[in-house]
């Protein structure tokens, strides 16, 4: 009976010894081999693919880390291409990386193998639903029917795989949701423009609910499309309150009332803010509603420099300047601009709203040809080759400029964070609106003339 109740006792503290052992893993232990190489190292990004370690290949070009990094998603490559990791402490993740010229293709053993083959299948898998010119030629009663039909598939096609982490499952499932509110939410915007009918709207039957528990599960800000799965319910009740989309002050009021994680709420705002502060035309009222909101400190003070930097650009400010050379490599100074209005706008071959505006402001440049004002383009985050092939194919006038450096004084100081980007700068060089109307907006051209007359 001693010797049984000693084996009991000795027992207990080996379970006890043991259950702590297995708390205290708080790392990944992650290796593989790469086949062809391209490069020495590997790169593992966080959620926001923000470099956080290199992974650099032994001679044999295999590799072993030990990854002291919270639990979550990830992005693994190298400089030209990525791909996402799940990752969680006590996985022994293996992978195989296969190199075709710059494309790799994935595998994974150990533990950890079944979330990050999903991922990785998922995505292949996947291109059999992205060609969406097929989906907005549906009707609407065609198109639900195909929606649903997707959603099911991507659903069954998830079920094959067994034995997933709990946290990774609940974060996949809000995946496949988030892809039915993309999908719905893109027939929604894009119907219209695709049939030539701007007043087109989907009719009552077309209403979807979004699922409260991925609203308010704070574990979810782990996953790289969460926040766009939250501003797309946001713009659902834009939508449906006709709101236009971009009415920062009304999705702030949508955040703080109907978002009730405040952890949640502090990150939507942020993201929100941080897109919006440098282009929004009511700025002081903007930023109160938003402090009012966020309480995370450090976003806060983040956001409260932008916006002091942005008062220095408020009407009557001295614009800041530039020097840059155009297409016929002459130099252009601002400063030597003085005596008219200056109208600038910030583009690249590869923006599509930049594009967008082409024609506009052609037929502004007509209009106000002999007029006192220079229409001032300025290529940015591009390269020479196709700055120059653009402005001959689309014969595009005005001073058209190349910036071969993304960070001059010029855009750090106008807090370029997104373009197109337009400026408006008065005679004395003096700024008028440092987030200007674009060309097709009618309002422009109302201003503009006021300022010439």
Request: with cysteine.
């Amino acid at each position: 009976m001693k010797i049984s109740k000693l084996f009991i006792f000795l027992m207990s503290i080996v379970l006890i010894n043991c259950s702590k052992n297995k708390e205290q893993i708080n790392y990944v232990v992650f290796s593989g081999i790469v086949v062809n190489p391209i490069v020495d190292s590997l790169q593992l990004l966080n959620k926001n693919h923000k470099p956080i370690k290199t992974i650099y290949l032994s001679a044999d070009n295999s590799f072993k880390d030990t990854l002291f990094i919270p639990n979550g998603y990830y992005f693994l490559g190298d400089w030209n291409t990525t791909k996402q990791l799940y990752l969680r402490h006590s996985f022994n993740l293996v992978a195989k990386i296969v190199y075709h010229e710059k494309e790799a293709t994935l595998s994974f053993k150990g533990i950890g193998a079944n979330e990050n083959n999903y991922l990785y299948q998922k995505k292949e898998f996947d291109t059999n639903f992205i060609n969406y010119r097929d989906y907005l030629s549906l009707n609407e009663e065609d198109f639900l029917k195909v929606s649903d039909s997707i959603y099911t598939t991507k659903t069954n096609f998830f079920k094959t795989y067994k034995n997933l982490d709990k946290d990774f499952n609940f974060c996949e499932s809000f995946v496949l949701e988030n892809d039915r509110v993309k999908l719905l939410n893109r027939y929604r915007q894009g119907r219209g423009s695709f049939i030539g009918n701007n007043d087109f709207q989907v009719s009552d039957n077309f209403s979807y609910n979004f699922n409260n528990s991925f609203l308010s599960n704070e574990k979810l800000l782990m996953h790289p499309n969460y926040l766009n799965y939250v501003g797309s319910f946001v713009g659902f009740k834009l939508y449906k309150n006709k709101y236009e989309w971009n009415n920062t002050l009304a999705s702030f009021e949508i955040i703080d009332t109907e978002i009730n994680n405040q952890k949640i709420k502090d990150e939507l705002a942020y993201t929100t803010m941080k897109f919006a502060i440098n282009r929004t035309k009511n700025l002081d009222e903007v930023y109160s509603k938003y402090m009012s909101i966020e309480k995370n400190e450090e976003y806060r003070n983040e956001i409260e420099e932008t916006y002091l930097n942005l008062k220095k650009l408020s009407k009557g400010a001295i614009s800041p300047t530039f020097e840059l050379y155009d297409i016929n490599d002459k130099l252009v100074r601002l400063k030597d601009l003085k005596g008219k209005l200056v109208y600038i706008d910030i583009w690249a071959t590869w923006c599509i709203p930049c594009v967008q505006e082409m024609p506009a402001l052609k037929e502004l440049e007509k209009e106000f040809r002999n007029k006192e004002i220079y229409l001032v383009s300025i290529c940015y985050g591009d390269t020479k080759e196709r700055f120059r092939k653009m402005v001959k194919e689309k014969e595009l006038g005005g001073l058209q400029l190349f910036s071969p450096d993304n960070d001059i004084p010029f855009f750090k100081e106008y807090i370029l964070r997104g373009i197109p980007r337009f400026i408006l700068i008065d005679k004395e060089g003096k700024i008028i609106d440092a987030n200007a109307y674009k060309p097709s907006d009618p309002k422009l051209k109302e201003l503009i003339l006021e300022e010439l007359n």
